[in-house]
């Protein structure tokens, strides 16, 4: 399975982006989909994340209300809108993927996803 985030890009405090993760390749039925950002020197952070199985979305504390998933079964596509951007959201984000553990298992834990895509920075700057 190949991913590839796409989206990133420099935006004004309080304004918008939309993230798009594409999934290629062999996609298991039942698969689970993370993002994650990493700000430099720092261990990779998980901020949401999306089982197949059951439609389930899980946000970490930091973006609850401004990130929202979304996901387009035809493209094999998941989504993560980011609204009312901060500067302390400036990072790279990545997305991943694995299989759950148990059907409709959601992890922000990095060591959970075996395959990663490339990153794709946001700046969030004035």
């Known amino acids: 399975v190949q991913l590839q985030a796409s989206g990133g890009g420099l935006v004004q405090p309080g304004g918008s982006l939309r993230l798009a993760c594409g999934v290629s390749?062999?996609?298991?039925?039942?698969?689970?989909i993370g993002w994650f950002r990493q700000y430099p020197g720092k261990e990779r952070e998980g901020i949401s994340c999306f089982s197949n199985a059951d439609g389930y979305t899980d946000y970490a504390d930091s973006v609850q209300g401004r990130f929202a998933l979304s996901m387009d079964n035809a493209k094999n596509t998941v989504y993560l809108q980011m609204n009312n951007l901060k500067p302390e959201d400036t990072a790279v984000y990545y997305c991943a993927t694995d299989a759950p553990i148990s059907k409709g298992d959601c992890y922000m834990t990095a060591t959970m996803y075996r395959s990663w895509g490339h990153g794709t920075q946001v700046t969030v700057s004035s």
């Open positions: 390749g062999v996609i298991a039925k039942a698969y689970v």
